[in-house]
């Protein structure tokens, strides 16, 4: 049966975050022939619908107050439950980013909904919907189906292609006032520490060191590298640990989950807790001068040698391009 499926626009920074279009397209599939109505929650968030609707979506609505500037869980509760009401939705889509990961749990607790988290597949459609997920830190993949109420996922960044973006869509937009009230917290400002380059959970390549970079300078190498290839540097637990970097950029189980096109690892052993965040990555090169070191075993290339004389010799090739 065709559903109706409500999904979530995340605009940060100015821009709408990529994982929107995925939920899009995921939004789509579990409607089978049904509607997608995008959502968006801010302050001032009308400039986004179009790209929704050339994302696939088949309306948009949007909520805006003051308020909603700033993302609180109780403020962007408040502004969803009552799109929830209004819509009914047979289906709701988040992306699995920080914000969705905060906020979803708060929302499928309000409907009295499950909540399928991380999913990095979705195979079937409507009543069919099948929800692939990592478990046990990316080890084993369980498939979800819900046969009663509403289905609720969060779909992991960079993993349901979207569909491609055809400005000729058309749509409606409509907005829902909602007065946002008794706010336990209203953030006044948000002071963000400067960051270089490509989101790194969005980023399609990630250049990643470990200790085996051994200082904060040996990382330049690796940003030379990312900056090349239009990617992202990341980090081991082991390289933060070290204050080789900061800790915003490390990879893993209690880092950030990336999925790039192109993820290479330079002096990372590969424990099980850093796999978590990575493995599913499509082409992985893991760059070690330990032949038995536990990377190679999921890497797709592998090259047993020194970081330091491997990275310069890869800049060297691409640059030639
Ligand atoms: P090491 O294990 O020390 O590996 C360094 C590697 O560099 C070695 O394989 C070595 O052969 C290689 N090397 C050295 N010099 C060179 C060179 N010149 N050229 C090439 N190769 C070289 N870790 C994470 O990464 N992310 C997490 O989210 C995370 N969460 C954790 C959560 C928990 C609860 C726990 C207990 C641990 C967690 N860890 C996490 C830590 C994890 O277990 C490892 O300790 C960590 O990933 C090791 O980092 P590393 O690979 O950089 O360092």
């Known amino acids: 049966m065709s559903k109706k499926v409500l999904v979530l626009g995340e ?3 100015g821009s709408l975050r990529n994982v929107s279009f995925e939920a899009i397209a995921a939004g789509l599939q579990i409607a089978d022939g049904g509607e997608v109505v995008g959502l968006l929650v801010g302050d001032a968030v009308a400039d986004f619908t179009q790209e929704l609707i050339a994302y696939g979506a088949s309306r948009v609505i949007t909520v805006e107050h003051p308020h909603l500037k700033n993302y609180t869980s ?3 509760s408040q502004a969803i439950l009552a799109v929830v009401e209004q819509e009914n939705p047979e289906a709701i889509v988040f992306g699995h980013t920080s914000l969705g990961k905060d906020l979803s749990p708060k929302i499928a607790s309000r409907l009295q909904s499950g909540l399928i988290s991380d999913v990095t597949e979705i195979q079937g459609a409507g009543d069919d919907t099948v929800f692939v997920r990592p478990i046990y830190s990316g080890k084993a993949f369980e498939k979800v189906k819900i046969k009663d109420g509403i289905i609720f996922a969060t779909i992991r ?3 349901i292609p979207p569909l491609v973006k055809d400005d000729s869509r058309t749509g ?3 907005s829902v006032s909602v007065d946002i009230t ?9 002071v963000r520490k400067s960051t270089e380059g490509v989101d790194l959970s969005e980023a399609k390549v990630v250049v990643a060191g470990g200790r085996g970079v051994k200082s904060g300078e040996g990382f330049e190498p690796l940003k030379e590298l990312a900056n090349l290839l239009g990617g992202a540097v990341g980090a081991s637990r082991g390289a933060c640990d070290a204050e080789y970097c900061d800790y915003s950029l490390q990879i893993g189980q209690t880092g950030k989950v990336v999925t790039p096109d192109l993820y290479i690892a330079a002096g990372i052993s590969g424990a099980i807790q850093h796999l978590a965040g990575m493995s599913n990555s499509k082409v992985i090169v893991a760059i070690n001068k330990d032949p038995e070191a536990n990377i190679f075993k999921v890497a797709d ?6 970081l330091f ?4 010799m890869l800049i060297e090739e691409f640059k030639a391009l």
């Not at 008794?182 to 948000?190: A, C, D, F, H, S």
């Not at 004389?309 to 310069?312: D, F, I, L, S, Y």
């Open 157 to 159: 960044p960079n993993n």
């Open 11 to 13: 605009v940060r920074e």
């Open 74 to 76: 109780d403020g962007y």
């Open 182 to 190: 008794n706010l336990r917290t209203i953030i006044k400002e948000v």
């Open 309 to 312: 004389e491997v990275v310069p």
């Open 172 to 174: 409606e937009v409509s």
């Open 301 to 306: 290339y592998g090259i047993v040698g020194d």
